[in-house]
């Protein structure tokens, strides 16, 4: 089972940029699907972004589009968020999650990590 460690949140202004990282164990990092979720306070999780084994093909919730990117580096078993344009209502706490391919990740991932908290003030 793949165990996911994410870092990087913080206190940013709006506008400002932030870029996450999630790293896995394990030796079979570039197998998975790997995606970024985010859950506000009150609100349910919502899905971010997420990209295929090889990072070849990615998927963004249309919020992000154009703001956020997702990139992997599967020498170093990391996935990326780099957010830019950072708006308040981007606060949330960021999970990285992990699945055997892309669909799954954005639907039903099989491991989760424990998030990172952002917050982007106005």
């Known amino acids: 089972q793949v165990q996911l460690v994410e870092s990087g949140g913080g206190l940013v202004q709006a506008g400002g940029s932030l870029r996450l990282s999630c790293t896995a164990t394990?030796?079979?990092?570039?197998?998975?699907?790997m995606g970024w979720f985010r859950q506000a306070p009150g609100k349910e999780r919502e899905f971010v972004a997420a990209?295929?084994?090889?990072?070849?093909?990615?998927d963004y919730t249309d919020s992000v589009k154009g703001r956020f990117s997702i990139s992997r580096d599967n020498a170093k078993n990391t996935v990326y968020l780099q957010m830019n344009s950072l708006k308040p209502e981007d606060t949330a706490v960021y999970h990285c999650?992990?699945?055997?391919?892309?669909?799954?990740?954005?639907?039903?991932?099989?491991?989760w990590g424990q998030g990172t908290q952002v917050t982007v003030s106005s």
């Open positions: 999650a992990a699945g055997r391919t892309i669909e799954v990740v954005t639907t039903n991932p099989m491991a």
């Open positions: 990209l295929t084994g090889s990072g070849i093909i990615t």
């Open positions: 394990g030796r079979t990092f570039s197998s998975y699907a």
